[in-house]
C-alpha cells in the first residue's frame, strides 16, 4: 500500500490532475469513480488506485472486481487519495486512461453525419455537459479547436459521466480549415448565431449537418460564422442575447434528432 504522499507515482498523477501540459505529454487523462472506472474500456486503463474500502466495494461487484484483475492497480491510503483525487469527496477509486485518438476523415464519411463544432469555449463544466449530451442525441463526433478548454480536464471528465468513453471526438488546429472538407462532403453547417433570421425549428437537419457553437462570451468569430452554409437562430423572450453554450448545443442536436426520428 502507497501511504506517502512523497511517492512518486503519487507526485505523478497529482501534476496529471493539474497540468494539462503534462497530461498532453504522457497522453494520459484520469477519471473518479467506481462509475467511471466500470465503464471505461479496459484497453485504455493504464493503472489505478484504489482505498481499501474502495477495493471492498469492488469486491462486492463480481464484474468490477474481474476488470480490476485485468488491470494493473495499486493500494493506496485515504491520506494518500485525497492528495490524488481532484475532488473534495472522493470515492477512493481513480483510473488512469490512455487518450484515445480518432481520425477526422473517417468519421465525416459516415453516412448522414450530425456534428458538433465548438469554437474556444472555455467553461470545462460545459464541454462535459455538452459530451454527455452529445451522446443522448447520437451525434456521430465532436470537433473542436485548439484553443477550446481541454477535452482531459477532470471538471470535463467529470462532467461527461462516461461519455468521453463512446463519444469521438477531434482536435484541430482551427475550425476554419475544415470548413471547406465539411462542404466537399457534403455536410451542411448551421453558425448559431446572433444575425439568424430563421428559427432553428424552421430548418431541416435531416441530411449530414454541422452545428458551429462558439465561446460563452463571444460566440463564434466572424471568420468562422461566414463560412456557414446558413445562420440560424433560438427563440428568446426577455433581454436575454443568448443561451449558455451546452443549452443552446442541446437544443439543437435534439432537433436533429427529433427530425431524423420522423423518417
Given at each position: 500500500?502507497?501511504?506517502s504522499?512523497?511517492?512518486?507515482?503519487v507526485?505523478?498523477?497529482?501534476?496529471?490532475q493539474?497540468?494539462?501540459?503534462?497530461?498532453?505529454?504522457?497522453?494520459?487523462?484520469?477519471?473518479?469513480?467506481?462509475?467511471?472506472?466500470?465503464?471505461?474500456?479496459?484497453?485504455?486503463?493504464?493503472?489505478?488506485?484504489?482505498?481499501?474500502?474502495?477495493?471492498?466495494?469492488?469486491?462486492?461487484?463480481?464484474?468490477?472486481?474481474?476488470?480490476?484483475?485485468?488491470i494493473?492497480?495499486?493500494?493506496?491510503?485515504?491520506?494518500?487519495?485525497?492528495?490524488?483525487?481532484?475532488?473534495?469527496t472522493?470515492?477512493?477509486i481513480?483510473?488512469?486512461?490512455?487518450?484515445?485518438?480518432?481520425?477526422?476523415?473517417?468519421?465525416l464519411?459516415?453516412?448522414?453525419?450530425?456534428?458538433?463544432?465548438?469554437?474556444d469555449?472555455?467553461?470545462?463544466?460545459?464541454?462535459?455537459?455538452?459530451?454527455?449530451?452529445?451522446?443522448?442525441?447520437?451525434?456521430?463526433?465532436v470537433?473542436?479547436?485548439?484553443?477550446?478548454?481541454?477535452?482531459?480536464?477532470?471538471?470535463?471528465?467529470?462532467?461527461?459521466?462516461?461519455?468521453?468513453?463512446?463519444?469521438?471526438?477531434?482536435?484541430?488546429?482551427?475550425?476554419?480549415?475544415?470548413?471547406?472538407?465539411?462542404?466537399?462532403?457534403g455536410?451542411?453547417?448551421?453558425?448559431?448565431?446572433?444575425?439568424?433570421?430563421?428559427?432553428?425549428?424552421?430548418?431541416?437537419?435531416?441530411?449530414?449537418?454541422?452545428?458551429?457553437?462558439?465561446?460563452?462570451?463571444?460566440?463564434l468569430?466572424?471568420?468562422?460564422?461566414?463560412?456557414?452554409?446558413?445562420?440560424?437562430?433560438?427563440?428568446?423572450?426577455?433581454k436575454?442575447?443568448?443561451?449558455?453554450?451546452?443549452?443552446?448545443?442541446?437544443?439543437?442536436?435534439?432537433?436533429?434528432?427529433r427530425?431524423?426520428?420522423?423518417?
Amino acid at each position: 500500500m502507497i501511504t506517502s504522499v512523497s511517492n512518486a507515482k503519487v507526485k505523478q498523477v497529482v501534476l496529471w490532475q493539474k497540468k494539462s501540459r503534462e497530461r498532453k505529454q504522457d497522453q494520459v487523462f484520469l477519471a473518479e469513480g467506481r462509475k467511471m472506472f466500470g465503464e471505461a474500456p479496459e484497453a485504455w486503463i493504464r493503472e489505478a488506485y484504489l482505498t481499501e474500502n474502495a477495493l471492498e466495494k469492488v469486491k462486492e461487484n463480481p464484474e468490477l472486481w474481474k476488470k480490476l484483475e485485468g488491470i494493473s492497480w495499486e493500494l493506496v491510503s485515504d491520506e494518500v487519495m485525497e492528495k490524488m483525487a481532484d475532488t473534495q469527496t472522493p470515492q477512493g477509486i481513480l483510473t488512469v486512461l490512455k487518450c484515445p485518438q480518432y481520425e477526422l476523415e473517417p468519421l465525416l464519411d459516415r453516412s448522414n453525419g450530425l456534428f458538433l463544432l465548438l469554437e474556444d469555449l472555455q467553461d470545462p463544466g460545459n464541454l462535459g455537459t455538452i459530451m454527455r449530451t452529445s451522446e443522448g442525441a447520437g451525434i456521430t463526433a465532436v470537433i473542436l479547436n485548439k484553443k477550446t478548454v481541454d477535452i482531459f480536464n477532470p471538471k470535463t471528465i467529470r462532467a461527461t459521466m462516461g461519455s468521453i468513453y463512446r463519444v469521438p471526438f477531434v482536435l484541430v488546429e482551427n475550425l476554419e480549415e475544415i470548413m471547406p472538407i465539411l462542404k466537399q462532403k457534403g455536410i451542411r453547417t448551421f453558425a448559431a448565431h446572433l444575425a439568424g433570421e430563421t428559427y432553428y425549428t424552421g430548418c431541416s437537419f435531416q441530411g449530414s449537418t454541422a452545428f458551429l457553437i462558439g465561446n460563452e462570451g463571444n460566440g463564434l468569430s466572424k471568420e468562422l460564422s461566414e463560412m456557414a452554409d446558413s445562420y440560424i437562430k433560438i427563440p428568446m423572450e426577455g433581454k436575454l442575447e443568448s443561451l449558455n453554450a451546452a443549452v443552446a448545443a442541446a437544443l439543437l442536436t435534439y432537433e436533429a434528432k427529433r427530425q431524423r426520428s420522423l423518417k
